[in-house]
Protein backbone atom coordinates (compact mmCIF):
# COMPACT_ATOMS: atom_id res chain seq x y z
CA UNK A 1 0.00 0.00 0.00
CA UNK A 2 1.16 3.35 -0.75
CA UNK A 3 0.01 6.69 0.59
CA UNK A 4 1.19 10.01 0.15
CA UNK A 5 1.46 12.63 2.67
CA UNK A 6 0.84 16.32 1.98
CA UNK A 7 1.23 19.71 4.22
CA UNK A 8 -1.55 21.80 3.97
CA UNK A 9 -1.39 25.41 6.28
CA UNK A 10 -4.76 25.78 8.19
CA UNK A 11 -4.76 29.34 9.98
CA UNK A 12 -2.03 29.41 12.36
CA UNK A 13 -1.90 25.36 12.60
CA UNK A 14 -0.50 22.68 10.22
CA UNK A 15 -2.22 19.47 10.15
CA UNK A 16 -0.60 16.37 8.32
CA UNK A 17 -2.59 13.54 7.15
CA UNK A 18 -2.43 10.09 5.46
CA UNK A 19 -5.58 8.31 4.60
CA UNK A 20 -7.16 6.08 3.04
CA UNK A 21 -8.90 6.95 -0.28
CA UNK A 22 -12.25 5.60 0.43
CA UNK A 23 -12.41 8.04 3.46
CA UNK A 24 -13.24 10.86 1.14
CA UNK A 25 -16.60 11.62 2.00
CA UNK A 26 -16.33 11.04 5.54
CA UNK A 27 -13.83 13.47 5.87
CA UNK A 28 -15.08 16.26 3.61
CA UNK A 29 -18.44 15.91 5.69
CA UNK A 30 -16.19 16.51 8.93
CA UNK A 31 -14.27 19.13 7.74
CA UNK A 32 -17.29 21.41 6.64
CA UNK A 33 -19.10 20.63 9.84
CA UNK A 34 -16.06 21.97 11.72
CA UNK A 35 -15.50 24.97 8.90
CA UNK A 36 -12.73 23.86 7.01
CA UNK A 37 -12.62 23.29 2.77
CA UNK A 38 -10.95 20.12 2.37
CA UNK A 39 -11.15 18.35 -1.31
CA UNK A 40 -10.14 14.75 -1.83
CA UNK A 41 -10.53 12.93 -5.23
CA UNK A 42 -9.68 9.85 -6.31
CA UNK A 43 -11.34 6.04 -6.41
CA UNK A 44 -13.36 4.84 -4.08
CA UNK A 45 -11.77 1.23 -2.22
CA UNK A 46 -13.70 -1.84 -3.64
CA UNK A 47 -15.35 -4.28 -0.85
CA UNK A 48 -12.51 -6.08 1.09
CA UNK A 49 -12.67 -9.86 -0.38
CA UNK A 50 -13.44 -12.54 1.57
CA UNK A 51 -11.45 -13.75 4.65
CA UNK A 52 -9.93 -17.41 3.92
CA UNK A 53 -11.01 -19.81 6.60
CA UNK A 54 -7.75 -20.76 8.33
CA UNK A 55 -7.56 -16.42 8.56
CA UNK A 56 -10.62 -17.12 10.50
CA UNK A 57 -9.78 -20.01 12.68
CA UNK A 58 -6.50 -17.79 13.54
CA UNK A 59 -8.73 -15.39 14.65
CA UNK A 60 -11.15 -17.50 16.63
CA UNK A 61 -8.19 -17.47 19.61
CA UNK A 62 -9.14 -13.67 20.03
CA UNK A 63 -12.98 -14.28 20.40
CA UNK A 64 -12.14 -16.39 23.01
CA UNK A 65 -13.33 -15.62 26.37
CA UNK A 66 -10.40 -14.37 28.82
CA UNK A 67 -10.30 -17.37 30.84
CA UNK A 68 -9.79 -19.29 28.20
CA UNK A 69 -7.04 -17.53 26.34
CA UNK A 70 -3.98 -18.62 24.90
CA UNK A 71 -1.00 -17.77 23.06
CA UNK A 72 -1.39 -16.19 19.41
CA UNK A 73 -0.70 -19.36 16.85
CA UNK A 74 3.21 -18.29 15.54
CA UNK A 75 1.21 -18.26 12.48
CA UNK A 76 -0.05 -14.86 13.16
CA UNK A 77 3.01 -13.40 12.78
CA UNK A 78 4.68 -15.44 9.71
CA UNK A 79 1.70 -16.11 7.77
CA UNK A 80 1.77 -14.23 4.33
CA UNK A 81 -2.13 -14.86 4.16
CA UNK A 82 -2.73 -12.99 7.72
CA UNK A 83 0.04 -10.54 6.63
CA UNK A 84 -2.43 -8.98 3.40
CA UNK A 85 -5.77 -9.82 5.67
CA UNK A 86 -4.28 -7.51 8.12
CA UNK A 87 -2.57 -5.14 5.18
CA UNK A 88 -5.99 -4.40 4.24
CA UNK A 89 -8.63 -4.41 6.83
CA UNK A 90 -6.39 -2.78 9.58
CA UNK A 91 -4.47 -0.74 7.64
CA UNK A 92 -6.14 -0.20 4.38
CA UNK A 93 -9.14 1.03 6.46
CA UNK A 94 -8.30 3.28 9.41
CA UNK A 95 -6.20 6.22 10.27
CA UNK A 96 -2.43 6.17 10.77
CA UNK A 97 0.27 8.62 11.38
CA UNK A 98 2.43 8.36 8.72
CA UNK A 99 4.71 11.41 9.10
CA UNK A 100 5.77 13.67 11.62
CA UNK A 101 5.04 17.66 11.18
CA UNK A 102 8.66 18.16 11.52
CA UNK A 103 9.07 16.16 8.07
CA UNK A 104 6.85 18.18 6.01
CA UNK A 105 7.89 21.65 7.64
CA UNK A 106 6.38 23.63 3.98
CA UNK A 107 3.52 24.32 2.60
CA UNK A 108 3.63 21.68 -0.66
CA UNK A 109 6.25 19.26 1.22
CA UNK A 110 5.30 15.71 0.24
CA UNK A 111 6.28 12.46 1.89
CA UNK A 112 5.81 8.70 -0.10
CA UNK A 113 5.54 6.20 2.21
CA UNK A 114 5.46 2.31 1.22
Not at 33 to 39: H, I, K, L, P, V
Not at 43 to 52: A, K
Not at 100 to 113: C, F, T, W
Amino acid sequence: MKSIVARAANWQRTVSLALPRHFGSACEAASAAAGFRTSISGPTRPPLPPVPDKIKELGRVTQAPIEQAKVMHPAFYVDKDYVQVEQERIFGSSWFAAAHVHELMNPGDVKVIE
